[in-house]
């Protein structure tokens, strides 16, 4: 782990909650797919965040950032990157990043998660081209899976690749998987025998999901997600 010293190179909202900010650090930062960063406020404050680049794009550090006023531990962050354009990290941090493996891969992400699942999709096209991949985004509305389309692109493009967004509150026109979206995952998948799963979201989920996807065949040494270094 490195300490940083970063400027603000944008600032993007992709939903009226979720901001893209987009770091340049003054080097490179080599990190795993996977893994995070502490911006750090204080001394004693340090506030994680997932990289949301692949580690082939080490000049930047990408965050999504969930800025609702309410949240001050986020939006405090933001407010930072918008009055001084600058922020220190600490990176890379995290045990839960991509693993080099020939096993069907899941990936299972709840809201602003998707900057974890994100970094973790990017680099596995690019390093291990031909593994089975599959993404569960899930969110409370159609209009929160900000990048949509861009994921739609991606799974096009890569045939090994496949993208299932979940809508807790769907549209009349929705056509896809309405609910939660650990339940979504387990309605597709009846064994996890033989298959990784990356999780990212909230802690509440992350449980969940250990305990029911193992139910079912998940051996927990082929569960990675940051959560469970705490739950």
Request: aromatic share 10%.
């Amino acid at each position: 782990m490195k300490v940083i010293n970063c400027t603000v190179e944008s600032i993007e909202a992709q939903t009226s909650i979720v901001h893209k900010v987009v770091l340049l650090p003054e080097q490179p930062v080599e990190f795993k797919a996977g893994q995070y960063l502490q911006v750090v406020m204080g001394e004693k404050d340090k506030r994680p965040f997932s990289i949301a680049n692949s580690p082939s794009s080490a000049n930047k550090l990408e965050l999504h950032i969930g800025a609702d006023p309410a949240n001050s531990y986020a939006f405090d962050v933001l407010s930072k990157c918008r009055q001084e354009g600058k922020l220190t990290v600490e990176a890379p941090l995290g045990n839960a990043f991509l693993r080099d493996s020939d096993c069907p891969a899941i990936i299972v992400a709840g809201g602003t998660g998707y900057s974890y699942a994100k970094s973790v999709v990017l680099n596995c096209l690019e390093a291990q081209a031909n593994r089975e991949l599959t993404l569960y985004w899930g969110a409370k509305t159609a209009a929160d899976l900000y990048e949509l389309s861009e994921l739609e692109a991606l799974s096009f493009s890569h045939p090994n690749f496949t993208f299932l967004p979940v809508v807790e509150e769907p549209p009349s026109d929705w056509k896809g998987h309405t609910g939660w979206v650990h339940k979504a995952v387990l309605k597709d998948i009846s064994s996890f025998s033989g298959k990784q799963v990356y999780v990212a979201g909230r802690f509440e989920m992350s449980a969940v999901i250990r305990e029911e996807f193992c139910l079912v065949g998940l051996d927990r040494n082929q569960l990675f997600g940051d959560a469970y270094a705490f739950i």
